[in-house]
Antibody
Framework: EVQLVQSGAEVKKPGESLKISCKGS????????IGWVRQMPGKGLEWMGI????????RYSPSFQGQVTISADKSISTAYLQWSSLKASDTAIYFC??????????WGQGTMVTVSS | QSALTQPASVSGSPGQSITISCTGT?????????VSWYQQHPGKAPKLIIY???NRPSGVSNRFSGSKSGNTASLTISGLQAEDEADYYC??????????FGGGTKLTVL
């Protein structure tokens, strides 16, 4: 079965670092773009950035450039989204999704990140 | 880059057709035939229902159709069913080689 499985929910304090993951299976992970999408509580989807695992090429939305880092380890079919210093406003569900820059044909189940003092 | 503009809500009765618009600029929707639409039920991950403006992934009902004119894309759902009640998001490729989503539209089936 083709799927993306994300790491579990996280509760962090402001200023802490965090790295969440997205593991692909059932398909050639390296040859699809993997994107990250934010959904703040009760709000819409926001395109954050995308990575091509075969060469780790990345593209970021201007809104998220410098705020997060997207990486991937193709040897274990896993993509990552990380923060060096979390803020309360980072509280959201984060989805990874497979596809291309403009289309995501498969989505992970989402990772809830809560940042609170 | 600004989010694409969608109506906040639309509604329709079972069996009717509804259309959701998605307005961008010549730097996104108007410049590329790379518009996609997603359906999201509460507490679930989004699901791709239309890609490349008009194409349906395998398994998606033919009651869903997409189109584009100028800087505006549209999603039409015909023969509305109770299960169609969900949030719908458009997305487009943009000139910055990134993607952008619309603000989302809540569909209520009356």
């Amino acid at each position: 079965e083709v799927q993306l499985v994300q790491s579990g929910a996280e509760v962090k304090k402001p200023g802490e670092s965090l790295k969440i993951s997205c593991k692909g299976s059932g398909h050639s992970f390296s040859t699809y773009w993997i994107g990250w999408v934010r959904q703040m509580p009760g709000k819409g989807l926001e395109w954050m950035g995308i990575i091509y695992p075969a060469d780790s090429g990345t593209r970021y939305s201007p809104s998220f450039q410098g705020q997060v880092t997207i990486s991937a380890d193709k040897s274990i079919s896993t993509a990552y989204l990380q923060w060096s210093s979390l803020k309360a406003s980072d509280t959201a569900i984060y989805f990874c999704a497979r596809g291309g820059v403009a289309v995501f044909d498969m989505w992970g189940q989402g990772t809830m990140v809560t940042v609170s003092s | 880059q600004s989010a694409l503009t969608q109506p906040a809500s639309v509604s329709g009765s079972p069996g009717q057709s509804i259309t959701i618009s998605c307005t961008g600029t010549s730097s996104d929707i108007g410049g590329y035939d790379y518009v996609s639409w997603y359906q999201q039920h509460p507490g679930k991950a989004p699901k791709l229902i239309i890609y490349d403006v008009t194409n349906r992934p395998s398994g998606v009902s033919n009651r869903f159709s997409g189109s584009k004119s100028g800087n505006t894309a549209s999603l039409t759902i015909s023969g509305l069913q109770a299960e169609d009640e969900a949030d719908y998001y458009c997305s487009s490729y943009s000139s910055s080689s990134t993607g952008v989503f619309g603000g989302g539209t809540k569909l209520t089936v009356l």
